[in-house]
């Protein structure tokens, strides 16, 4: 096999250009405009339950908005899944306020609630202040527990900002997520469930809360013939251009998280077979993943081919083929990082063309966080050591995953 499998690619339905197409021969080559507006439509028709969604420049920036609009300043706490990408907890920094980590429940691998009432208790003794807002993240586009962390979020009054960046079309129950808490936070990132090469949005409750987040993403204007300023906003609205890829995108939605459902049941099906190995699947029907990204955990007795390789050198570049400027110079270890197997796994299938990467690395363990305090069960640090990503979404075919799967087998001593 000589095409190279990748974790997610991007796939077009192939009206995208015609959008872009129409934006440029009716010369809205700027950051509003008609195909803003219907990609807004198209995505209120997708979320349901009469909310409003804005469409911004990133996941990050919907994040960072949803922040501002619950009122976090600096000096401030906001409580966030510790389980994530650093874009779930960067923007709460950029406030100067302080992220409070919580661990993991071992099924769904998201926010524990009983930490999490534990982590509000203790910090009003701590501080004699609430969190302002609470983070939970839909990893790998896992519903989180929205029904007991809404019950503790309003037994305290904090807002609850839905980080489902990689959760779009996952549901809890039925219901979007996104649509539970204040805000839902959605990214159109090159690998998520649709893209629009780089953008995000987010779910507001109601015109006013949608209008809130619109003026702070277009630099807080006042109603003058003049710019006048009143409060600090932000560059944060999506371009015409990449909202008719929005538009083009949303007419494959449903064909893309249906795909995503399709790989991880061949998954599931083929791991049941392999000792050693286990698919990370929904907890219960309530559940309803989008499977973002496949998951595996390997035991840690499970023995792979060149293991005794894995960690030999420092990686060069940044694993996930990251865009930007990475540092180099690393070192081989840090003090928490993938087992020994998940290693040579990971390089066995490199050399194989396949592309797999660790799960996230918890933000209470990197060393960027190492003073925000955290409330810890040791869940998502032993998930982290044994978890590994595989290829998903709409690129990956069905021989595709029998040649992953022929390969992980392969991989086993
Ligand atoms: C991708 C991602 C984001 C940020 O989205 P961008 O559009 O890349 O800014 C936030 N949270 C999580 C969990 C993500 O995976």
Known sequence: MNKRIYLCLAHMSGNEQKFIQEAFDTNWVVPLGPNVNGFEEDLRNFVGQNKQV???SAGTAAIHLALIACG????DEVICQSFTFCASANPVTYLGATPVFIDSEKDSWNMDPALLEQAIL??????GKYPKAIIPVALYGMPYRIE???????KYGIPVIEDAAEG???????QVLGTFGEYGVLSFNGNKMITTSGGGALICKDEAAKNKIMWYATQAREAYPYYQHEAIGFNYRLSNICAGIG???????DEHIAHHKHIAKRYKEAFATIEGITFHDAPSADYDSNFWLNTVLLDESLHIH???NAYAEAVQGAVGGAAGVVHGGGSVHTDCEPNRNVEAIRMFLDKAGIESRPLWKPMHKQPVFKNAPAYLSG????VFKRGLCLPSGPMVTDEDVDYIIASIRNAIK
């Open 148 to 154: 007991d962390i809404m019950a503790i979020a309003n």
């Open 122 to 127: 203790d910090r009003k003794a701590k501080t």
């Open 72 to 75: 976090v300043q600096a000096g």
């Open 54 to 56: 804005v469409a911004l």
């Open 247 to 253: 538009r083009g995108q949303m007419m494959i939605l």
């Open 168 to 174: 779009m079309g996952s549901r809890w129950k039925g």
């Open 306 to 308: 060149g293991e005794e």
């Open 379 to 382: 869940v998502s640090e032993a």
